[in-house]
């Protein structure tokens, strides 16, 4: 997707989706060099401002959902390249935030760029909110029943959380340059936007962190919860074995080739030899019981 839409004061050019074409096309028509298109299509880019000689690379990451890839909540970066008359917006996947940007914020290339930044930041506290619902699900699901499928649903909730809080900090680090960079913030609106951007990133980081806390002692419960019940589990088993070993060993000595007790009473031996059991067994069970082992 190439869109190109002529505003008052600049071009705003939108790539989104790019193929072989589009990228041949911005090198070709807008003098994007070699190396930053590289930088554009990796997925791992981390936020930046680079400084070239006829514009600059504003790299921001933004939340999105994604089932292809492994981690379903994660981030991805959008590349602003900022020049003289234009403005220039690459993502290798869609942004639907720009489709937010109304016409009367694009005034200015820097309010543009500043009003893109704000509404990335604005995104993230959205979707913490989403993903923390659904912390709250699968907490939920496991008070009724331990599952292997809530668990990894933690897990991932908890490497989306990791990814988060990496491009919030990152974010941060590129505003910062921002309000540096001389004649970037020029305006008492401009100024609003950064501290606002800052302000929303700043949130976000932490509720990230307070999100993190959460999740952590979730976790925590759980595996002592998972843990006891494995204890408990394997008492059980231990004490199911120390019964069924008095008819095991009864048994066995009766199948021996020596005197046997009980051997004179033909017809009652069976009855006395079941009754032994029975009351070895029961007083055991009953000992078991008394000391709450089960």
Same mark, same amino acid.
């Given at each position: 997707?190439? $869109? ?11 790539? #989104? ?12 028509e *807008?003098?994007? $060099?070699? $190396? ?13 401002l680079?400084?070239?000689? $006829? ?18 909540w ?7 390249? *900022? ?5 220039? =917006?690459v ?50 699901? /496991? ?7 809530? @668990?990894?649903?933690? @897990?991932?909730?908890?490497?989306? *959380?990791? /990814? ?5 900090? #990152?974010?941060?680090? +590129?505003?910062?340059? !921002?309000?540096?960079?001389?004649g ?8 609003? @936007?950064?501290?606002d951007?800052?302000?929303? @990133?700043?949130?976000?980081?932490? +509720? ?12 925590? =419960? ?15 088993? =231990? ?8 008819? =095991?060993?009864?048994?066995?000595y ?5 005197? !046997? ?13 079941i009754?032994?059991?029975?009351l070895?067994?029961?007083?055991l069970? *009953? ?7 089960f």
């Open positions: 997707m190439f $869109d190109v839409e002529k505003l008052k004061t600049f071009t705003w050019i939108n790539v #989104g989706n790019p193929d072989h074409d589009d990228f041949e096309r911005l090198q070709t *807008y003098k994007i $060099d070699e $190396d930053t298109i590289s930088d554009i299509l990796d997925p791992d880019e981390q936020p930046r680079e400084v070239e000689d $006829d514009y600059k690379v504003i790299i921001v990451r933004f939340p999105i959902v994604n089932r292809e890839n492994d981690t379903l994660h981030t991805e970066p959008l590349s602003i390249i *900022y020049s003289a008359n234009r403005v220039i =917006t993502c290798r996947k869609r942004c639907d935030l720009l489709d937010k940007i109304k016409r009367d914020e694009k005034t200015s290339r820097e309010e543009f760029v500043l009003n893109i930044i704000y509404y990335i930041a604005e995104s993230y506290l959205r979707f913490l909110k989403e993903l923390n619902k659904r912390v709250i699900d699968s907490k939920k699901a /496991l008070q009724e029943r331990v599952r292997k499928q809530d @668990l990894m649903s933690l @897990l991932e909730v908890e490497n989306s *959380y990791n /990814l988060y809080m990496a491009g919030i900090r #990152g974010n941060l680090v +590129v505003i910062d340059k !921002l309000e540096k960079m001389r970037f913030v020029k305006t008492d609106e401009a100024e609003d @936007l950064i501290e951007a800052r302000i929303e @990133l700043a949130q976000g980081a932490e +509720v990230v962190a307070n999100y993190s806390k959460m999740l952590k002692s979730i976790k925590e =419960t759980f595996e002592s919860v998972i843990n006891m019940d494995s204890n408990t589990y394997i008492n059980r088993l =231990t004490m199911w074995n120390i019964v069924l070993v008095i008819p =095991t060993v009864i048994v066995g009766y199948g021996m080739n020596v005197r !046997l007790p009980f051997a004179e009473y033909n017809d009652a031996a069976i009855g006395i030899f009754a032994i059991m029975v070895l067994i029961g007083f069970i *009953y000992g078991i019981i008394r000391r709450r082992t």
